[in-house]
């Protein structure tokens, strides 16, 4: 990777993106549950349209509705797991350095510890201390070692952060 492109989100051909074995398989089991309620769905519509007049029919409009809902979900589903990149952190063969699936502590400029764990787009939860690789915070700390001080850009101006721990999940590849 060129220095120019240091402080930009990992680029990947074709419109692709990373995203962790567990974020593949939330994506697919979201996929199946859609198919099933669309099914599901699609009797309801069936049987209110042999209720008779369908401009006046709740059940049917509804119906219909939620299916064009269904639909629109299922093709986002199935373009993210035809475009997504499955990386494994477990195998990441570099593990003094932050990468995609790091698990990351770091500290502020107000002492304040915390544990971020870097992954797909799809699977960011700041509750859950998961952030999306293009966040500000996951990009600045990209290819950052244990005791590299690097800055995050943030919409209130830079800030300070030093890495204190980087981990992988699985066993340490040698």
Known sequence: MDEDDEGAPPRLPRGRFYMTPEGEAALRAELEAMRTERHRVVEIVSWAAGNGDRSENADYK???????????????LSQRLESGEVVDPAAQAQRDRVFFGATVTYVNERDEERTVTIVGV?????????????????????????????????????????????RYPGPRAE
């Open 62 to 76: 509804e119906g219909k509705r939620r299916l064009r809902e269904i639909d629109r979900r299922l093709r986002f």
């Open 122 to 166: 799809d699977e960011a939860n700041m509750a859950a201390g998961k952030i999306s690789i293009g966040s500000p915070m996951a990009l600045a700390m990209l290819r950052a070692r244990v005791g590299d001080e690097v800055v995050v850009r943030t919409p209130t101006g830079p800030s300070s952060i030093e890495i204190l721990e980087i």
